[in-house]
């Protein structure tokens, strides 16, 4: 029995106690989604990952794909577990029925890929792309690029990517040179190279539909005049019939250090003039149509790091409890019974901080994820924009913190097997190195703290920050009311004060000194991680406290008590941490700002 079974318990717990997904949808669009059939679409997505994704986790990392100049060789487990994610269901359901799908609402979408990232998150990067790609044509396509494209995709016949970054500019996308020029008939000839192209090149689907960025001949210089194209892998006639192969070739694969499940590409476009694409929506606004699937797989990278996280810390919970190893300081006879390692302090303080990282960064994804369905369901637009705005403001911390402590919570877990911890045999070394990818993946940590901080905080002077300080503040008074104690309540109220007064002093000084203020971004980004997760942990804590008044058995009790115990450390451990960054963010600490490149 894997870990993914524990993770059923957490998941129900999020989404019934604290996300209160029943209350949620009762009426409206999502009306069908009864606890009932919430717990069926879990339950499928649990044995699908269990069976064709777990399996082959570690053989796809020793057998990463290969290509012989002609064709991308992957393991052959990958087609089979592609067509049961798609038979399922999964790449069609949050869609509308016209489209295939169940207007399944976006909290339980990822509560369902929770189960395939924990089980096999490099492979489930396909899926995820795909669902972001067809997303983007369904939104900003034509009826006939809807037909010829997005249906295929969501039965799983077509992949999807999204080729952004090329050799020369990484993500500084202004700099793009990829270009496109109009045809008599009305498609257009796409030139250039892309690279890191995650996706870009396999053998399991008939085509690939990549969604690139380049430039139409004569468009204006910057992001202005980026434009969106849909280019396949293969010419799709008027029919649907699929034609001869397009000009795209693969240049070449590269090898990471994770997630060799997902081939990393090198595409060439256009190398013997003639490669097809088709214009997606107006020209000129494809970086604001890109935005919608960069800020889906933000979430999607997040929760897949949080899950490599919750991966790690289950197998070095039960490692913990099974390995004997020395005794207890208090202990002078050394003949007396080994302890496991879960009795030395020290073990549990690594279990209880992987705790804390991934269940809190799990929380933030659901919840991010269900105020797309709150906006989906928002009846003006005054409601509209105060969710949008906290969903924005949210998704640099939901992309970012999972990334960085989802990584260190597989440090922790590493550390707690010891020299077990980086032999191949166990999983925990494959965790970290694939979870080392996520920090840069959509985006660098650098650019979510430039986010955040320079745009942000500051839109529509501050309404964001606002509603976030304000919608905290209400949580902790309902978990105060509900009887979670002072200690849990009362640092998460005092840091709501700290957060505003240091973002009022940093959006003050940007007036004056902009690259100054915004030197120290990545550490206000860290900074309002970990409230964004003391938060969490307190949502949790309130649904944990009336839990522990109705628990039927002593399990239960124990899970309600080790929710309030995790908040304990956080706020005892974590959150204290941020007195000291708000210090160093509001002396506009300068040592890396002033540094010279003469000096290293």
Known sequence: MSFLFDHMREVRFQLQQVLECENLFSSGIYADYSPETIDAFLETARAVAEDHYLPHYQEGDRQEPTFD??????LPEMETAWRAFAEAGFLAAHHDPDYGGMNMPQVLSNACMSFFYGANVAFAGYSMLTIGAGNLIRSFGSAEQIEKFLLPMTDGRFAGTMALTE???????????????LQADGSYRLKGQKMFISGGDQSFTENIVHMVLAR?????DGVKGISLF????????????????????LAGLLHKMGYRHTTSTVLNFGEEGDCEAFLVGEPHKGLFYMFQMMNEARIGVGLGAAMLGVAGYHYSLNYARERQQGRLPSCKDPLSPQVALVGHADVRRLLLAQKAYTEGSLALCLYASQLVDRLEMAQNEAEKKSLLGLLDLLTPIVKSYPSEYGLEANKMAIQI?????????????QYYRD????????????IHGLDILGRKIVLDNGSALKTL???IAEDVRLAAEAGVEEGICGPLQESLGLVEETSRILTGKMAGDVDLALANATLYLDFMGRVVIAWMLVRQCRAAQVGLGNAPDQQLADYYAGKLQTARYFMNRELVQTELQARQLTEFEPSAYDMQDSWF
Not at 69 to 74: M, S
Not at 167 to 181: C, K, M, N, V
Not at 216 to 220: F, L, V, Y
């Open 167 to 181: 050799p020369g500019q990484g993500s500084a996308l202004a700099d793009i040179r990829t270009t496109a020029e």
């Open 417 to 429: 097997l010891g020299g077990a911890g980086y032999i191949r045999e166990h999983p925990v070394e």
């Open 230 to 249: 849909i280019c396949p892998k293969v010419r799709v006639g008027e029919d649907g019939s699929l034609g001869a192969r397009n000009d795209v070739k």
């Open 435 to 446: 979870n080392r990818l996520n920090p840069i993946h959509e985006g660098a940590e650098a």
């Open 469 to 471: 300080l304000e919608t």
């Open 69 to 74: 100049g002609e064709q991308v060789h992957l």
């Open 216 to 220: 139409i001949k004569g468009a204006p």
